[in-house]
């Protein structure tokens, strides 16, 4: 064998190997966990590479296949590639397992979501979440995320920052224990519970997540009510060295952005609430924005939003 037709086989036998991996989303790798990345003024990712929505009356859907399909079917229509499921709690107290793992699959391979997330709230949940994940031998019948609220800032529930630190490296753990690692991700509110701690708070946060979720409650959109939040958690990245993912959170709901969206109110698409966001975050100035990256939307929640936009 010449030296030139050994170091081609060589090559295909490796690019082979690398192809014998879990399922992988088809989404850019924008939105994999971040590593460190050059300390230079970051813009938002445009269009999008994460378009996400939070699925509530999750337990009534699963198992219906026209409900199932009716929100799959949804999401594709408005562009969605990932979701971020409700109700797991009781879902899994009910061994639904089966269930869980077909409405998984299908998803991921007939309507192309590249990321599910589970949402969930405490250490033990995470811990069920892994022990599910690890027993479906078909990838796509796992979960891509493991996302974690507990709205520590309300004391809710009944937990302070330190109370959530405990869950927040319980989460890291847990998702970089599985084989492959899931992302973890938390949606974060203000840096409060106790006051003070702001700086300290935001590095607790980068030091234990792939990315972060920011809500934008607002009538519209509305880059100055995060810019603050942004900085901290800019300034802890820096410092860190590496550059934190963030995902825009906005409500649909009708306090917040229901009339933005509605076909019967202002008529904005989804999209178009992340490219306003987008456009005013490019255009500021703030301490730690070279350590923040805009990767994407997710919008609260899909009652809420298909109301909004059917």
């Not at 081609?8 to 966990?33: E, G, I, K, N, Y």
């Not at 599985?178 to 991700?185: G, H, L």
């Not at 989804?270 to 350590?291: E, L, M, P, R, S």
């Given at each position: 064998m010449?030296?030139?037709l050994?170091?081609?086989?060589?090559?295909?036998?490796?690019?082979?190997?690398?192809?014998?991996?879990?399922?992988?989303?088809d989404?850019?790798?924008?939105?994999?966990?971040s590593?460190?990345?050059?300390?230079?003024?970051?813009?938002?990712?445009?269009?999008?590479?994460y378009?996400?929505?939070?699925?509530?009356?999750?337990?009534?859907?699963?198992?219906n296949?026209?409900?199932?399909?009716?929100?799959?079917?949804?999401?594709?229509?408005?562009?969605?590639?990932?979701?971020?499921?409700?109700d797991?709690?009781?879902i899994?107290?009910n061994?639904?397992?089966a269930?869980?793992?077909?409405f998984?699959k299908?998803?991921?391979?007939?309507?192309?979501?590249?990321q599910?997330?589970?949402?969930?709230g405490?250490?033990?949940?995470?811990?069920?979440?892994?022990?599910?994940d690890?027993?479906?031998?078909?990838?796509?019948?796992r979960?891509?995320?493991?996302?974690?609220?507990?709205?520590?800032?309300?004391n809710?529930?009944?937990?302070?920052?330190?109370?959530?630190?405990g869950?927040?490296?319980?989460?890291?753990?847990?998702?970089?224990?599985?084989n492959p690692?899931?992302?973890?991700?938390?949606?974060?509110?203000w840096?409060?519970?106790?006051t003070?701690?702001d700086?300290?708070?935001?590095?607790?946060?980068?030091?234990?997540?792939?990315?972060i979720?920011?809500?934008?409650?607002?009538?519209?959109?509305d880059?100055?009510?995060?810019?603050?939040r942004?900085?901290?958690?800019?300034?802890?990245?820096?410092?860190?060295?590496?550059?934190?993912?963030?995902?825009?959170?906005?409500?649909?709901e009708?306090?917040?952005?229901?009339?933005?969206?509605?076909?019967k109110?202002?008529?904005k698409?989804?999209?178009?609430a992340?490219?306003a966001?987008?456009?005013?975050?490019n255009?500021?100035?703030?301490?730690g924005?070279?350590?923040?990256?805009?990767?994407g939307?997710?919008?609260f929640?899909?009652?809420f939003?298909?109301s909004?936009?059917?």
């Amino acid at each position: 064998m010449t030296s030139l037709l050994r170091l081609s086989l060589l090559f295909f036998m490796a690019l082979f190997s690398q192809c014998q991996t879990r399922f992988t989303p088809d989404v850019p790798d924008a939105v994999t966990p971040s590593a460190a990345r050059k300390n230079t003024v970051q813009e938002a990712v445009t269009p999008a590479v994460y378009k996400g929505v939070y699925i509530d009356g999750f337990a009534t859907i699963l198992g219906n296949a026209t409900k199932e399909n009716t929100l799959l079917d949804w999401c594709v229509k408005h562009g969605f590639n990932a979701i971020s499921v409700y109700d797991l709690n009781t879902i899994m107290a009910n061994g639904r397992y089966a269930q869980l793992a077909k409405f998984n699959k299908k998803a991921h391979a007939t309507y192309g979501i590249a990321q599910i997330a589970a949402v969930r709230g405490t250490a033990a949940n995470f811990t069920q979440n892994a022990q599910y994940d690890a027993g479906r031998t078909d990838l796509q019948e796992r979960f891509d995320v493991y996302n974690l609220e507990n709205e520590w800032w309300n004391n809710g529930p009944a937990c302070d920052f330190g109370c959530y630190t405990g869950i927040l490296q319980s989460l890291k753990s847990t998702a970089k224990a599985a084989n492959p690692p899931m992302i973890s991700e938390a949606y974060i509110g203000w840096f409060l519970n106790p006051t003070g701690q702001d700086l300290y708070q935001a590095s607790t946060l980068v030091s234990n997540l792939d990315r972060i979720l920011v809500h934008d409650y607002r009538k519209a959109p509305d880059f100055g009510y995060m810019q603050e939040r942004l900085s901290y958690l800019g300034r802890a990245a820096q410092s860190q060295n590496r550059v934190m993912d963030v995902i825009v959170l906005f409500s649909a709901e009708s306090a917040f952005m229901f009339n933005y969206y509605s076909t019967k109110g202002q008529n904005k698409t989804f999209g178009d609430a992340y490219a306003a966001i987008v456009t005013q975050f490019n255009a500021a100035n703030f301490d730690g924005k070279a350590n923040i990256r805009l990767i994407g939307y997710q919008v609260f929640a899909y009652s809420f939003a298909k109301s909004a936009r059917p």
